[in-house]
């Protein structure tokens, strides 16, 4: 579209809008002349009004226009025609000034409610107390009591109304008040926890009972009518509960309040907190009496206990074995005990303190402390902080220690006072001292000592070892620490025993025994190992401590050792197989000879000469005594440990027996003196032991009435033997001769010396010991044990 075009468009539509102007322009004009003429009539007909109600109130205008409440005058439109300067000083409009409607002083929510008011007016005439909410000039809220009435023309038509108000805000806001409050107080009555009563003070009936009270009780609110408020209590309550009352009938006090036990009407009882204040009335006469009850039952239950806690919490203070004082906030003693008294050097009794001021006790003791100025000045410092301390140490000239405790008390965050607690520990002192000594010691001794010793915990992580076990391992301090002990040191199976040997240490079993390790070289090594579980001071398993020797030269040379016993039992073997061999060998040219020898004698008696038979008889005994030696060295060699064939015997029977076997010539007499123990043994062995010492004690008695005496007597774990004999005896320095082979005393023909030395080896095999009692020309005693039967 061009330029051109636009302007003529805008033109067209200017045109328009003109016309339109102009036909408002004649409407407003027509509408106006309407209104001008309604406006006249309407001017007309207020001059009228105004004329009628001028006619009217005049008659009345010194009676109403006079008086204290708001007036006001309206038309049937509510305009205000008159009021009085009661109702201009209560509403703030002022018609000389500028007229008004009294609808626009209705409040918004009222204005349909004033409505239907008017149009009540206007149908019946008048209306009475009606409460009207108004808004005044300046935005106050009045409430308005109003009466009003119609006022009608001459001939009967109403034409405007007129009425009184009073303003009734204040009244009514106290009045709601006093109701809120009232139904707040009988809520807060009803729903106390507190039993609540009212009763007459002339014959002490209840008036007034709440819930709780019925709760309390058991009584209902009815049966609480015909009931007085002693009739509640304990028989024994009542006499001081009637005493407190009539001083209050009688103005006496105002109020009173005691605790009493009450009892319910199931007749339990219960202790409650009473108290009671008068109600007077205006001649200060009490006419009524109002009560209120706490049941306290529990509350008492626990200051009892309480009571009871604070006695047995002052006696259990006053006799602990540590000084004890307690103060309050204003530095006053509160308890102190006698234990304080004695370490401090006070003299009058613990009781006696009660109430004294410590302000100046630091001052007045701190001569009995090393450090004066230091005990004084922490004193200060502590009091001021305010903070708990322990074990704070102190030290006293004349040697003692003690250890002290601070403990502020509070009571809901207020400072109420502290606690002393002085402990002498000088005892404990010097046994911690000497602890320490001991322990620097025993370091000393541990880091010195040509043992290595290792400390591990519970995994097996080594924490310490000495110099010397640095030494024996070749690793340092450093290399060790916290490593695995046995993945360092041991290889093989040796690291499963050792986990097997850490489960035992962590069940509290110490033992020792060997271990192959290898040092950091590479070098096995043996070490002699003694462990223990290590614990601390509250007995609880934190590892395990080992004392560690290396035996490596000793395992060497017992590795030799055993190598050299396996070449003599196997060179022992042979000798023995080549006794044997020897034995016979020896036995049957022996046996010839002997043979020989006899055959001899008895043929050739009657041509030798007397001498020569002696000698062929000294050649018989000498070949008789070398076959007895065989026979003995065969015994002797054969004697072995690993052949023992034990079993319970009794000895009677097994000496007995032996007895009957060898000769006893007829002037001696074998004599027991006690009867013989059952024993386990090898029956054997011990008949060859009995046997060999007897014999030996048969072949040197040399008197005309020989005598052998066999004797028993209990030991702790083993039998003591003995034998004794009233032969040759024997010089002391032969006591030891005696049991080595082939070692015989004197001239005896039979003796071979192996028949004590096989006594030796049997009871050696066995566990036992030999000794002997000898005086030469009397006799000879041996004594021999052998272990009890288990």
């Known amino acids: 579209m061009s330029v051109t075009t636009k302007i003529e468009v805008l033109e067209r539509a200017l045109k328009r809008e003109r016309q339109a102007r102009k036909a408002a322009e004649n409407i407003l004009e027509s509408k106006s002349a309407e209104l001008y003429s309604v406006s006249q009539a309407l001017r007309q007909s207020n001059s009228r009004l105004k004329q009628l109600l001028s006619e009217k109130t005049s008659e009345l205008e010194g009676v109403f226009m006079n008086i204290n409440d708001p007036y006001v005058v309206i038309d049937l439109n509510g305009e205000v025609l008159n009021m009085n300067s009661a109702a201009t000083e209560l509403l703030g409009y002022d018609i000389a000034v500028e007229p008004f409607n009294l609808m626009n002083t209705v409040s918004h929510k009222a204005v349909n409610q004033v409505k239907r008011n008017f149009s009540e007016l206007l149908s019946t005439g008048s209306y009475i107390n009606s409460r009207i909410p108004v808004v005044t000039k300046n935005g106050e809220r009045k409430l308005l009591q109003v009466n009003a009435s119609i006022i009608y023309n001459e001939v ?72 007085k408020l002693e009739d509640l209590l304990e028989k024994n309550e009542k006499k001081n509960f009637k005493t407190q009352l009539k001083k209050l009938y009688n103005s006496e006090i105002d109020h009173f309040s005691l605790e009493t036990k009450y009892i319910t009407k199931d007749g339990e009882a219960f202790w409650g907190k009473t108290s009671i204040n008068s109600v007077k ?62 370490m401090f050097g006070i003299e009058a009794p613990a009781d006696a303190l009660t109430g004294a001021n410590c302000e100046n006790a630091a001052e007045q003791s701190k001569m ?20 708990p301390v ?55 001794i541990i880091n010195n000592m040509k043992l290595g010793f290792m400390e591990v915990d519970t995994e097996g992580r080594i924490q310490f070892v000495n110099q010397n076990f640095c030494e024996i391992s070749g690793y340092s301090k ?200 059952r024993i386990k043994e090898n029956p054997t062995r011990i008949q060859q032991l009995f046997q060999n010492i007897i014999s030996n004690a048969i072949e040197y008695i040399d008197k005309p009435e020989g005598l052998i005496e066999i004797d028993c007597q209990k030991a702790e774990n083993e039998y003591v033997f003995s034998i004794k004999d ?48 000898s005086t030469p020309g009397e006799g000879t005693t041996f004594f021999f044990t052998l272990k009890k039967e288990s």
């Open 156 to 227: 009967g038509k109403a034409v405007a109304a007129q009425g009184i108000a009073r303003d009734i805000t204040e009244e009514t806001r106290l009045r709601e008040i006093a109701n809120l409050q009232q139904k707040q107080l009988d809520l807060i009555l009803e729903n106390s926890p507190l039993g609540i009563i009212l009763f007459s003070s002339e014959d002490d009936k209840l008036i007034h009972t709440n819930k709780a009270l019925v709760d309390m009780l058991g009584y209902s609110k009815t049966e609480f009518e015909n009931v």
């Open 281 to 342: 009335n205006e001649a200060g006469l009490t006419f009524q009496m109002v009560a209120t009850v706490e049941n306290i039952n529990k509350e008492k239950i626990a200051r009892d206990q309480l009571r009871e806690s604070e006695n047995r919490l002052s006696t259990l203070l006053k006799n602990l074995h540590t000084g004890i004082l307690l103060e309050n906030q204003h530095r006053e003693i509160v308890i102190t005990n006698q234990e304080f008294c004695k």
């Open 368 to 387: 009995m402390f090393e450090d004066s100025d230091k005990f004084v000045a922490d004193i200060d410092k502590i009091l001021n902080d305010k903070k």
């Open 390 to 444: 322990y074990a704070d140490e102190l030290r006293l000239v004349d040697g003692r220690v003690f250890l002290r405790d601070y403990i502020p008390i509070y009571n809901n965050e207020e400072y109420r006072g502290h606690l002393w607690n002085y402990q002498d520990i000088t005892l404990r002192s010097r046994y911690k001292e000497n602890l320490r000594r001991q322990k620097e010691k025993y370091s000393n």
């Open 478 to 677: 450093e290399e060790l620490h916290d490593q695995v002990a046995q993945e360092v040191l041991l290889f093989g199976k040796d690291q499963q025993e050792g986990q097997k040997l850490l489960s035992r240490r962590q069940k509290g079993i110490s033992d020792s025994y060997e271990i192959q390790i290898k040092n950091k070289e590479g070098e096995t090594r043996y070490w002699l190992l003694s462990g223990a579980p290590n614990f601390d001071a509250q007995g609880r398993n934190i590892g395990s401590i080992g004392i560690h020797l290396d035996i490596t030269e000793q395992k060497h040379l017992e590795m030799q050792k055993e190598l050299l016993l396996e070449n003599l039992a196997e060179q022992n073997e042979r000798l023995n197989e080549y006794a044997h061999i020897v034995s016979h060998d020896l036995k049957s040219p022996l046996r010839n000879i002997s043979a020989l020898l006899s055959w001899t004698i008895e043929d050739f008696r009657q041509k030798l000469e007397d001498a020569e038979l002696m000698n062929l008889r000294l050649m018989e005994e000498q070949v008789e005594k070398m076959d007895y030696l065989i026979e003995n060295i065969l015994k002797y060699s054969s004697l072995d440990k690993s052949d023992v064939n034990q079993k319970s015997i009794d000895l009677n029977e097994v000496v007995g027996e032996m007895l009957e076997m060898i000769y006893i010539p007829k002037h001696i007499k074998i004599k027991f003196r006690s009867k013989l123990p």
């Open 726 to 773: 009233n032969g040759v005896g024997i010089a002391p320095e032969n006591h030891d001769k005696i049991f080595t082979i082939f070692k015989s005393l004197g001239n005896n023909k039979r003796s071979t010396g192996i028949g004590l030395s096989i006594v030796k080896k049997i009871l050696d095999l066995h566990g036992g010991r030999i000794w002997l009692e």
